[in-house]
């Protein structure tokens, strides 16, 4: 893989100063989607399943914990995972706290067996269930199925009022973002989505959008409530299914994310530390996210973008970021000051961080240049897509249990069944596909000649090319008048 040119490497640390707003710029990055996710469960459900505090604090723990794993080899943040929103409504409504929280630390558990199963038998079967036509489809998914997401925040979609002052902000913080990102100069061009946020933060003050009665109430310091098995309540498995399907999504994002990642920073993350240390980490932190009572952890794409577009992949400030987190959500009056942040603010810069992820996922399927002439991969990859993006969702109730398959699960077990029914169409390869038509062709020796019949017909491009360089030499090569004699 190629190395890419990064201002701080996975390894390096920058100044504590420049460090700690570093870490701050990866919190900002992650907070919207960490304190959405218990937002809409609460308001799915109508009441409260899951705090913002605690969600906070598991994901802190849920990263030192990745960082720990993988020995600090890939600088990967974990959040809320958007994937677990319906199931643990829906777990809740049939098992109670218990059922959502069982449900939470049973994929946690799923992911930890995956990569015993790697460490001993490899990833071989693994890559055949999830190749590149099915991961790369997978993240455009996840991208694009959260910008109406974003649409709504910037007061956009055909669902919310069309507010001057919404738009105004959400196009301030879209576009110092930009010009930050694309004209600034030394440590100013590191910080983009952290100047961006602040920037609509202080035009959003100006024009009377936000209310600081929150923060006046609230404490210095307060403990996050957390929900404890055995102590606040039982395990329940009855509502085990409707959740663990979800861990499909979650893994084919989570190898999305690495192999995005490790694009970013020029390592490949599968092979070191390893995707079988990797889903370990990922696997205990969602464990000990549900044991707290907290949602779900998964790898997030904002925070991926953030390396990306500031090439400071430094494990050290995600670390810092974490940990920062985990302090925030014991700090009333800091919570209650972030989550005023208006939507129109986190909006304008998701315009740019969720298309970055869908644009992670063109670019795997363009690395690993598939071929999209192939009628198999047309269809895998479409209806995906459309399953994905068109929130498709299947219903199975039976008894006491049911199982639900939502438009982003459904996409991956639909694409998995067919990547591995369809069968490639084979196609006669010649020699003469591969040569420029030219008159010296005659000349070509025999030994040449036979290898058209030795070709194997699913050869790599890669293959194909030195091939025809090969060929190509030979024909230049001068030919003497004996062989051009016995060839006559």
Known sequence: MKEQKLTYDVNEMPPFGKSLILAIQHVFAMFGATILVPILVNSAVGET???????????????????????????????????????????????????????????????????????????????????????GPMIMIIGLGLAPSAISQIGLSTETNFDVKVLIVSLVSFLVTAIVMTRAKGFLKVIP???????????????????????????????????????????????????APVALVTLCEHIGDHTSLGNIIGKDLIKDPGLERTLMGDGIATFVAGFLGGPANTTYGENTSVVGMTKVASVKVIGLAAIIAIVIGFLGKFTALVSTIPNAVLGGVSL??????????????????????????????????????????????????????????????????????????????????????????????????????????????????DILNAIKEEMNKPVSKSKKKNRK
């Open 193 to 243: 989505f952290l100047v961006g946020i602040i920037s609509g933060y202080i035009v959003a003050v100006c024009l009377g959008m936000i209310d600081f009665s929150p923060v006046g109430e609230a404490s210095f310091f307060s403990i996050p409530k957390f929900i404890i098995p055995f102590k606040d309540y039982d395990l329940n498995l009855a509502a085990l299914i409707t959740i």
């Open 49 to 135: 399943v899951l705090t913002i505090p605690v969600a906070l604090v598991t994901s802190g723990i849920g990263t030192l914990i990745y960082i720990l794993c993988t020995k600090g080899k890939s600088p990967v943040y974990l959040g809320s995972s958007f994937a677990f929103i319906t199931p643990i409504a829906a777990a809740y409504l049939k098992g109670g706290i218990s059922g959502a929280m069982t449900g939470i630390m049973a994929v946690g558990l799923i992911y930890v067996i995956i990569a015993l199963i790697i460490k001993f038998a490899g990833k071989d079967w693994l890559e055949k269930i999830l190749p590149p036509v099915v991961i």
């Open 352 to 465: 740019l961080l969720y298309g970055f992820i869908a644009v992670n996922g063109l670019k795997v399927l363009i690395k690993n240049q598939v071929n999209f002439e192939e009628p198999k991969n047309v269809i895998v990859a479409s209806s995906m897509l459309v399953l994905g993006l068109g929130g498709a969702i299947i219903s199975i109730t039976s008894g006491d249990l049911s199982l639900t398959i939502s438009g982003m699960s459904l996409a991956s077990i639909i694409g998995i069944i067919l990547n591995l029914a369809l069968k490639t169409e084979k196609k006669e390869e010649t020699i003469a596909t591969l040569l420029p038509k030219d008159n010296n062709s005659k000349y070509l020796n025999k030994d040449i000649k036979k290898l058209k019949h030795d070709i194997k017909e699913e050869l790599t491009m890669e293959l194909k090319e």
